[in-house]
């Protein structure tokens, strides 16, 4: 079972970017993942979040209307759409599943996640 995210990179201010979080050894549509964020000298938070059952998404104030999750089962990956970036969005962005028979609690805890992708890097800076 493993997780893998990829895509980061620098980006200007305003720009965009997509990052990928693609799972093997399990079916992904089957579990809630969310993408956490690591800012530097700050602790991990989630950001936002799909669920298992059908698209039903949550995201932090702090990225809504600017950020979006989806899910591309055939591929077996879910994806982070960041747009109108600014340099606050910088930081290390995990994605992660949801342990199964845990609760769905916003904001998502991370001790409720049971496998996570290694990171990905996203600098946001001109």
């Known amino acids: 079972v493993q997780l893998q995210a990829s895509g980061g990179g620098l980006v200007q201010p305003g720009g965009f970017m997509r990052l990928s979080c693609g799972a093997s050894g399990f079916t992904l549509d089957s579990y809630a993942v969310c993408w956490f964020r690591q800012a530097p000298g700050k602790e991990r938070e989630g950001i936002i979040c799909?669920?298992?059952?059908?698209?039903?998404?949550w995201h932090a104030d702090s990225v809504g209307g600017r950020f979006t999750i989806s899910r591309n089962n055939a591929k077996n990956t879910v994806a982070l759409q960041m747009d109108s970036l600014t340099p606050a969005d910088t930081g290390d962005y995990y994605c992660a599943r949801q342990s199964a028979g845990a609760h769905h609690r916003y904001p998502p805890p991370a001790d409720d996640y049971d496998y996570w992708g290694q990171g990905t890097e996203v600098t946001v800076s001109s």
């Open positions: 799909i669920l298992n059952e059908g698209s039903s998404t």
